[in-house]
Nanobody, 128 residues
Framework: QVQVVESGGDSVQAGGSLRLSCRVS????????MGWFRQTPGKEREGVAG????????NYADSVKARFTISRVNAENIIYLQMNELKPEDTGIYYC?????????????????????WGQGTQVTVSA
């Protein structure tokens, strides 16, 4: 049974930084593709960043490119989302998701339907 647990959400002012962490348990080493998604009230869950199993392929939503960085440490079953230059529109619940597939086409890394295991989410609030 794969479990996904996020941490690191907080309240920050615009221009600040946060690092979200996501740990996968249930496997000794997890090589599935993984992604970060966010959701705000009244909106659909949107893909923020995704990373393939070997970490070589990543993809980002246009709204976060050059500000967010996704990375993974497979030996520790953990992925990170470094978020810099945060804006109020980055506010939302951030979810980590794990796919059973180590390789997903780059454009599909941001599609929720490609992920099987989801965390409970962590709140990020950015004030102006």
């Amino acid at each position: 049974q794969v479990q996904v647990v996020e941490s690191g959400g907080d309240s920050v002012q615009a221009g600040g930084s946060l690092r979200l962490s996501c740990r996968v348990s249930g496997y000794r080493y997890y090589f599935g593709s993984m992604g970060w998604f966010r959701q705000t009230p009244g909106k659909e869950r949107e893909g923020v960043a995704g990373i393939e199993g070997d970490g070589k392929q990543t993809n980002y939503a246009d709204s976060v490119k050059a500000r967010f960085t996704i990375s993974r440490v497979n030996a520790e079953n953990i992925i990170y989302l470094q978020m810099n230059e945060l804006k109020p529109e980055d506010t939302g619940i951030y979810y980590c998701a794990a796919s059973a597939n180590p390789y997903i086409a780059r454009s599909w890394l941001l599609l929720p339907s490609n992920y099987k295991f989801w965390g409970q989410g962590t709140q990020v609030t950015v004030s102006a």
